[in-house]
């Protein structure tokens, strides 16, 4: 039973490390003119979300749609995310 309990835990300590770290890529990546910043926004709030933080990531697509008002597909994603 204690074996399990002390995996569990770090397997959910393994994978909050692995998005932390896609997160953490995705800024980079995007700061370095890699990827535009609507495309980087909805896949980094896609990684927000999966984090837990879904008000950042509701955060950061508002901006990005302000950014390029024309993207629809950033405007369906915020849609899909204040629905939930």
């Known amino acids: 039973m204690k074996e399990t ?3 569990a835990i ?22 370095s003119g890699n990827l535009s910043m609507p495309t980087g926004a909805i896949a980094e709030a896609e990684v927000l979300v999966a984090c837990g933080r879904k ?5 950061l697509l508002e901006g990005a749609l302000r950014a390029n008002p024309a993207r629809r597909d950033i405007a369906h994603k915020l849609r899909e ?4």
Do not use: N, T
């Open 10 to 31: 770090m397997a959910l300590f393994a994978g909050v490390s692995i998005l932390v770290g896609i997160v953490l890529f995705l800024r980079r990546w995007r700061g």
């Open 55 to 59: 008000a950042e990531a509701i955060a």
């Open 81 to 84: 995310l204040k629905r939930d």
């Open 5 to 7: 309990m002390i995996l």
